[in-house]
């Protein structure tokens, strides 16, 4: 069983795998760098990394779950995290509550400070998983792998809302 303590120093912060790393222009926005932490100290149902943004940047886009909720815990820096229709500042010590829902819960955090912006992201594991982001009029759904875990990296599926393939195409 992994040691069910580890200390913030120990983590070593990663780029996204390069198969879900932003690209284009995008990347000039979205450039996180994540410690998956809920794995290392044995965790399955719930899922916790260090998220790391340098200034200007964000992790991901405008987006809600309709099954996962989320919490972010402000370790160090300064942003701001848009939900719905509001945006508010973020600090060091601020915990935010991000429950599955429609598009007023969908949430996007934002390094408008000068420093580096850190935060632990605590998520339920739940699958299957739809995510939708509101701003591109897209969706995602995510299957992780049986018995995997918050490390694992999902099947994805990502697509336009409103646009789908007749059941029985290409039975």
């Not at 875990?149 to 290409?170: C, F, M």
Request: proline share 8%.
């Amino acid at each position: 069983m992994p040691h069910p303590v580890i200390n913030l120093d120990q983590l070593a912060p990663q780029d996204l795998p390069p198969q879900y790393a932003a690209t284009g222009a995008a990347a000039e926005r979205f450039a996180p760098r994540m410690a998956m932490i809920g794995e290392l100290i044995g965790m399955r149902a719930l899922g916790c990394n260090l998220t790391v943004l340098a200034p200007g940047k964000r992790a991901f886009p405008f987006h809600n779950h309709r099954v996962n909720e989320e919490v972010f815990i402000v370790v160090e820096g300064c942003g701001t995290i848009r939900i719905g229709a509001a945006s508010y500042p973020l600090r060091q010590g601020d915990i935010v509550a991000c429950p599955a829902g429609r598009q007023e819960t969908a949430h996007q955090i934002v390094n408008t400070g000068e420093g580096e912006l850190r935060y632990l992201a605590l998520s339920t594991n739940k699958s299957p998983e739809v995510v939708e982001f509101p701003d591109s009029g897209k969706y995602a759904t995510l299957l992780l792998d049986a018995g995997g875990g918050a490390n694992t990296l999902p099947q994805r599926t990502v697509g336009h809302i409103g646009q789908s393939v007749d059941y029985w195409e290409g039975e």
